[in-house]
């Protein structure tokens, strides 16, 4: 959880912040009632703050003393004001602050947490700035900074497609139109031969042309179009629109691949993806190892508890298993059964690492029946880990297999691994 520094002296707004705050499960608030309580939980050194949540008047800093206190500490900042200045917002945005919140009912406090968990989601996203204009080009970076987007830049089409291939997972491009040796036309078409709109957002940027280059820009190709010059509020709006569409097809095609049961992918996403990992394993030559998992005596459970016990067993088991398997693939092969594919581990690690995880995933399995007694405590699994890349995925899943069986014929409980 990130921890937020909130300096609020108002108890009533100070109630509604705890009561809105305290349902995040990415933000940790540390609060002060005014500008000498925030600074001696600063200097404490006892937190390191992601971001700051403050108002703009304080009994002991009327004039907003707090909010130069915080920029200057290079710590994202979100004002709150009673009242609307237009004057004040437009020289606290050009400050540097993030947000500038109008305490106006629960829904602004709300939004100012939909802000900060902008702002832990935006360290991921990746953002690609294409102008040939050095002051335009560090404007736009520097306001996608604020917001903890990190920013590549490039001077013209030609640079950017560079900057691209070696960097594939950038997320946004915003391009200027003008730009030499290739325009911002240009740089679309050729984008989109090999990007789809639901994979990279492209933003045109353009102080020049009439009404139709906005039209333009999205016939080419473009997802969005601003017109300079903008405001921050409108900039950062449409950026978080636009990746908030990203975000939500990657959370769609994220569950297609998902078993419905387990929330583990599943066996078809594991030979697509696994395939890839594979193959780039085999070519770059470094070591790749294949486990398969599958929970003892199923078969009993299910006949004497019944298939709900035996479904939420399952379940439990392949909520830990992505738990402690962490940055590795897993997927539920079939019924009590699971792949993991572990890249960069030979047979010895493979192994010691997935029985320690199998151990902990057999003590944390258990169910519970509707009256709240455990119904069944404690499973067991087997495991089956291989190392021998052969010629195909498939040949590794059947090595596997017989490492597996080995296990299960000596009683099961255990991990066994190459010969």
Do not use: W
């Amino acid at each position: 959880m990130k921890k937020v520094l909130v300096v609020e002296d108002s108890v009533m707004v100070m109630k509604v912040l705890t009561h809105v705050l305290s349902r995040s499960d990415q933000v940790l608030p540390v609060y002060a009632k005014s500008f000498s309580e925030a600074k001696a939980r600063v200097e404490s050194g006892e937190h390191e703050f992601f971001a700051a949540l403050v108002d703009l008047s304080l009994p002991d800093a009327p004039d907003g003393e707090v909010v130069d206190y915080t920029l200057g500490l290079d710590i994202p900042t979100i004002v709150l004001t009673g009242s609307f200045d237009e004057k004040r917002r437009a020289d606290l945005l050009n400050k540097g602050i993030v947000d500038y919140v109008t305490k106006e009912g629960r829904y602004s406090y709300q939004y100012a947490l939909g802000v900060l968990h902008r702002l832990i989601k935006n360290q991921r996203v990746k953002v690609l700035v294409v102008d040939d204009s050095s002051t335009a080009r560090k404007f736009v970076s520097q306001m996608l900074r604020l917001h903890l987007y990190p920013v590549f830049e490039a001077e013209d089409g030609v640079e950017a497609i560079k900057v691209l291939l070696a960097n594939p997972d950038i997320k946004i491009l915003i391009t200027d139109y003008h730009m030499p040796r290739m325009d911002g036309f240009e740089l679309v078409k050729n984008i989109r031969v090999k990007y789809e709109k639901s994979d990279l957002i492209i933003v045109g940027l353009s102080s020049e042309g009439d009404g139709t280059l906005s039209a333009k820009f999205i016939k080419h190709g473009a997802n969005d179009f601003l017109r300079k010059p903008f405001n921050h509020e409108e900039f950062h709006c449409r950026i978080t629109h636009n990746v908030e569409y990203l975000e939500m097809i990657e959370k769609l095609r994220d569950a297609v691949n998902r078993d419905d049961l387990t929330g583990c992918y599943s066996r078809k996403y594991f030979f697509q993806h696994g395939g890839e990992l594979y193959r780039n394993a085999v070519a770059a030559n470094v070591p790749i190892s294949l486990a398969i998992l599958n929970l003892d005596d199923f078969r009993k459970i299910n006949e004497r508890y019944g298939n709900d016990v035996g479904n939420d067993i399952i379940c439990q088991v392949a909520t830990n298993l992505r738990r402690v398997f962490g940055r590795f693939l897993v997927a539920r092969a079939d019924g009590e059964e699971f792949y993991a594919l572990l890249s960069g581990l030979p047979n010895d690690k493979a192994c010691a690492f997935v029985d320690r995880a199998r151990q902990v995933v057999s003590a944390d399995s258990h169910s519970i029946d509707s009256t709240g007694d455990a119904a069944f405590a404690g499973v067991s699994l087997s495991a089956g880990v291989t190392s021998v890349t052969g010629e195909s995925l498939d040949l590794m899943i059947a090595r596997a297999g017989d490492c597996l069986q080995r296990a299960k014929d000596v009683g099961g409980d255990m991990t066994m691994g190459d010969d």
